[in-house]
């Protein structure tokens, strides 16, 4: 259940019952792809870095160890021993990456398992299914991710054969509840496509509307365009999502893109990009990033960003953890993504606090050009 608290502007402060806990948004998850994320780090680790909400992979998940083994070991929840929520999604992002090896049609999608080469196939009701086994407090319905650009005939019949899946999907969920599955509590939401034409996206977005999904998600960008039509998508689809639903912007994006999103009535947001960036020395800080394994770091004594209060900033200094990862020692990755992961959260926490005191606008401005940019020491 959503409730929305505060607006300013498009920005929207409100909190998401499930389950499992509850979520204060805007709101940022962790990637825990195969139930752990990568780099070294454990449910543990993702509470130190102030995470309310992980994200699964159900692609990964299914093929290995599957989903009934999981299940049988108390859900994702006990499985990883994480017991805040927990979101999964559909496997649909991983089929898209696998566009030579799958094969789409009305039923669902046919694909060869990138482990060992056996054909699955995966329909909207079978996702349900899944996710459900894994026992996720919000699952995403199956949809089919185009890459930016695709031409318009092909996209038009993709976004109409994703409403139609959405459909099947949440009668598959009503089902299930009817049948009594154990899950009765799992909230589905429904996922906006379209590419990159308006009249496609606006029109997806007011047919799946219709289906009063728990929540609402918009996919298949930041795969292949540029960011202000990402932007220019957002701006023609936020005002057909229902107001008093959660949005949320699939894999994205970096600490800027969150900014604008949120400015343009975003709640939800998850990318693998901070933990991928601390694995290659690439760390986020409040003055912009910087490269840890450059030699002008070999003897700073500095903390990597003197204003935060995660493991490695409170204990380390730029030179050690450079030295960690010329070194080739796996606790530079642990102690570089716990940092990121950190300054992802804490970048939610300043935005709620914004909008809450009315100063969105103000922390807009100053951070635009900013954390995205190298840093100047």
């Not at 953890?321 to 940092?339: M, P």
Request: overall charge neutral; charged content about 25%; hydrophobic content about 40%.
């Amino acid at each position: 259940m959503y409730t929305l608290l505060k607006t300013e502007g498009l920005a929207r402060r409100g909190r998401v019952i499930t389950p499992h806990g509850t979520l204060e948004t805007p709101v940022f998850m962790n990637v825990a792809t195969q139930a752990a994320i990568k780099g070294g780090l454990s449910a543990l680790d993702l509470k130190a870095a102030g995470c309310q909400i992980a994200l699964c992979n159900t692609y990964h998940l299914h093929l290995r160890p599957g989903e009934d083994t999981v299940r049988k070991l108390g859900g994702l929840h006990g499985f990883m021993g994480w017991d805040a929520p927990m979101l999964t999604d559909s496997g649909g992002f991983q089929v898209f990456s696998l566009s030579r090896l799958r094969k789409i049609s009305e039923e669902g999608v046919s694909f060869a398992s990138h482990l060992d080469g056996r054909r699955i196939f995966l329909s909207p009701e079978g996702a349900v299914e899944i996710q459900r086994k894994l026992g996720a407090d919000i699952i995403m319905a199956l949809d089919e991710c185009v890459e930016n650009p695709a031409p318009y005939e092909y996209v038009k019949q993709s976004a109409e054969r994703t409403a139609r899946w959405l459909e099947r999907t949440a009668k598959a969920v009503k089902n299930l509840r009817a049948d009594g599955d154990g899950r009765p509590d799992s909230a589905c939401w429904g996922i906006n496509q379209g590419g990159t034409y308006d009249d496609l996206r606006t029109d997806h977005m007011k047919r799946i509307a219709e289906l009063d999904m728990p929540g609402y998600a918009v996919g298949g960008l930041a795969v292949g365009e540029e960011t202000a039509m990402m932007y220019h998508i957002l701006d023609a689809v936020g005002e057909h999502m229902p107001p008093g639903k959660p949005r949320y912007l699939m894999g994205v994006g970096t600490p800027e893109n969150i900014i604008e999103a949120v400015a343009r009535g975003i709640d939800f947001f998850d990318c693998v990009m901070p933990a991928r960036n601390a694995r290659h020395g690439r760390l986020y800080t409040w003055e912009g990033r910087i490269n840890i394994l450059n030699e002008r770091y070999k003897e700073d004594g500095a903390p990597v960003d003197p204003s935060c209060r995660c493991p490695l900033c409170a204990n380390h200094s730029r030179a050690y953890l450079r030295h960690l990862f010329k070194a080739g020692e796996v606790l530079a990755l642990r102690l570089a993504v716990l940092h990121n992961l950190t300054f992802y959260n804490t970048l939610t926490v300043k935005i709620r606090e914004a909008i809450e005191t009315n100063t969105f606008a103000a922390f807009r401005k100053r951070y635009t050009g900013v954390l995205d940019g190298k840093a100047l020491s």
